[in-house]
């Protein structure tokens, strides 16, 4: 309900040019030395006008697992915002 309620704003937000444009579940790949340690699918990836980029994640409650994927897409995509979305 959290993640419809947040992709409607989005799809505003785009209609207002607000925003660029947003992809819904986009898939990263998390590498560590050239190793694969994780995919992260985060809800969202919205591109601002600008060019930057931002992903918002819908969340009720952040579990321990999320909490090491989230800092470790951080460390391997420093470029990007991260923003959690609470109900």
Request: with cysteine.
């Amino acid at each position: 309900m959290l993640e419809a309620r947040h992709c409607d704003r989005l799809r505003l937000l785009k209609i207002s040019k607000y925003i660029k444009d947003y992809e819904c579940q986009k898939i990263f790949e998390l590498h560590v030395n050239g190793i694969l340690i994780a995919k992260h699918k985060p809800d969202f990836l919205v591109t601002y006008n600008d060019g930057s980029q931002e992903i918002n994640e819908t969340k009720g409650v952040e579990t321990r697992d999320f909490k090491i994927i989230k800092k470790l897409f951080k460390a391997i995509y420093p470029e990007i915002k991260y923003r959690v979305v609470k109900g």
